[in-house]
């Protein structure tokens, strides 16, 4: 089983930055994603990372503006987000890969509570 909590998350103005973290404890955390979720909207893929091979992919949302890194020693995963938009506003989730499609949500089996993450202009 895996562990994950997330941080960094905050309010900000547009145009800011902000750096999320995602910790992950357990095993079979080698891919690590994150999604975000606005109120009334579906589940959306930003950025993952292979903590093995440092592969990053990265979603509609993030190109150009997002940066994933990982820090194997720590399990640690982070995601930097720069130039930030009121759209990015949502609840930022990480979640632990199990197989599949790497932006569906349904490739995921653990799951974080979330970090808020709000954008005012």
């Known amino acids: 089983q895996v562990q994950l909590a997330e941080s960094g998350g905050g309010s900000v103005q547009a145009g800011g930055s902000l750096r999320l973290s995602c910790t992950a404890s357990?095993?079979?955390?080698?891919?690590v994603g994150w999604f975000r979720q606005a109120p009334g909207k579906e589940r959306e893929f930003v950025a993952a990372?292979?903590?093995?091979?440092?592969?990053?992919w990265y979603g509609d949302p993030a190109k150009g503006r997002f940066t994933i890194a990982g820090d194997k020693a720590r399990s640690t995963v982070y995601l930097q987000m720069n130039s930030l938009k009121s759209e990015d506003t949502a609840r930022y989730y990480c979640a632990s890969f199990l197989g599949g499609g790497i932006t569906l949500p349904t490739s995921y089996n653990y799951w974080g509570q979330g970090t808020q993450v709000t954008v005012s202009s």
């Open positions: 990372i292979s903590l093995t091979s440092d592969s990053p």
């Open positions: 357990g095993r079979g955390k080698d891919t």
